[in-house]
Every structure is written in C-alpha cells, then in structure tokens.
T-cell receptor, first 115, second 112 residues
Framework: DTEVTQTPKHLVMGMTNKKSLKCEQHMGHRAMYWYKQKAKKPPELMFVYSYEKLSINESVPSRFSPECPNSSLLNLHLHALQPEDSALYLC??????????????FGEGSRLTVL | GENVEQHPSTLSVQEGDSAVIKCTYSDSASNYFPWYKQELGKGPQLIIDIRSNVGEKKDQRIAVTLNKTAKHFSLHITETQPEDSAVYFCAASKYNFNKFYFGSGTKLNVKP
C-alpha cells in the first residue's frame, strides 16, 4: 500500500474560520511533510516531521499550525487565513533511513480557497 | 542551499516521438534525484528516481541519466503517448536530509 490519504479534497473558508486538513499514511514512514503548491509552480515545503517531532519549519506564518498526533497522522490547523493562502496543500511521507534519502510519496492534495 | 533548474518549461511532441527534460543542480552533496509527474488536479506521482552511485536507470519507456561531474540529470520518455501529457518536476535531495528541492516544472503536451 503506497498511499497517502488527504481530507478534505476541497475546502472553502472565510478569513475568520478555523479549519483543519488531515493526512494519513500506513506505509510505516516516519517522516511526514506539508507542502503548499500554487498554480503552475512546484511544491513549496512548509513543515517536516521526523519521528513525530517537528524538524523543519520553513518560516511559515503562525496562522498555519501543524500537528503530528502519531506516526501515521499529520494535521494542518488553519486559522485567520488570507486569500493569498488559497492553494493546493500536499501531504507527503518518506522513510527515514540512516543510509539514504527515502522516496517521497505525495497525497492527492487538499484544494483550499480562502474567501 | 541547493538550486535546481529545469528546462524546458513547456514541451510539445507528436505521439510516438521522444521527450527529454533536463535539470541541473548546484550542491555537489545532493545524491538522490527523483522525477514526479503531476496530472491536473492531482498530487505529484513519483515515476522514476536515481541515486548518485548510478549513471542511468530505465523503467519501460522512461529512463533517467545522471552526470555527477556536470551536475545535471535528465528524464527521457520514448514512444510518447497522449496520457504522458502532464507537468513533470525534477528534484534533488541530500543524504538522509528530509528536504527536497524541486525544479520549476515542465509541461509536456503529447499531440495525438
């Protein structure tokens, strides 16, 4: 099973709302990622969790709050977003190996629209 | 940090022709180079990858070559089909470093 599942697929929210994006994988991967992707652009790294601990935060605004409840789940909590935050949010996972970089597997993404 | 450049930004080929997409990277410590295909409205899908201890890797109609000296790697698709039409991204990463640097993407259009 090489699948990363993201919910919801589409989300529309106002600037005062609080919502969450969810991600799940059952490949035994111990690194999980959030990427943001704007139209016609490559994925842009936001956060990396390694062994359920936040290891990389690419200076993301605090209105985005990640959470990794366990090794299979990753959440992204959204609060007071701006219209420019509208994008495709991608979750990904990979193995963590002392020998080499693991393959990165993406989910299908959550399309977020901020009104 | 690493800088990955990808060319061309768009590529149109006739069905059955070959397509080549090229990427260069700046950090000689990068040692893992995956290629992703992204169809409209979907997440990127890993299609092939290569590690720095290998010069070439092939999987059916898709191949990737790596030149460590010149710091560039290429994706080759032979006998292209309309379903190959998508955006392709190259990426580079370092040993046990959970950060992937992506190229800017190539939109491939295969005309029937």
């Amino acid at each position: 099973d090489t699948e990363v599942t993201q919910t919801p697929k589409h989300l529309v929210m106002g600037m005062t709302n609080k919502k969450s994006l969810k991600c799940e994988q059952h490949m035994g991967h111990r690194a999980m990622y959030w990427y943001k992707q704007k139209a016609k652009k490559p994925p842009e790294l936001m956060f990396v969790y390694s062994y359920e601990k936040l290891s990389i935060n690419e200076s993301v605004p605090s209105r985005f709050s990640p959470e990794c409840p366990n090794s299979s789940l990753l959440n992204l909590h959204l609060h007071a977003l701006q219209p420019e935050d509208s994008a495709l949010y991608l979750c990904a996972s990979s193995q963590v190996s002392g020998r080499s970089t693991g393959e990165l597997f993406f989910g299908e993404g959550s399309r977020l629209t901020v009104l | 940090g690493e800088n990955v450049e990808q060319h061309p930004s768009t590529l149109s080929v006739q069905e059955g022709d070959s397509a080549v997409i090229k990427c260069t990277y700046s950090d000689s410590a990068s040692n893992y180079f995956p290629w992703y295909k992204q169809e409209l409205g979907k997440g990127p899908q890993l299609i092939i990858d290569i590690r720095s201890n290998v010069g070439e890797k092939k999987d059916q109609r898709i191949a990737v070559t790596l030149n460590k000296t010149a710091k560039h790697f290429s994706l080759h698709i032979t006998e292209t089909q309309p379903e190959d039409s998508a955006v392709y991204f190259c990426a580079a990463s370092k040993y046990n470093f959970n950060k992937f640097y992506f190229g800017s993407g190539t939109k491939l259009n295969v005309k029937p």
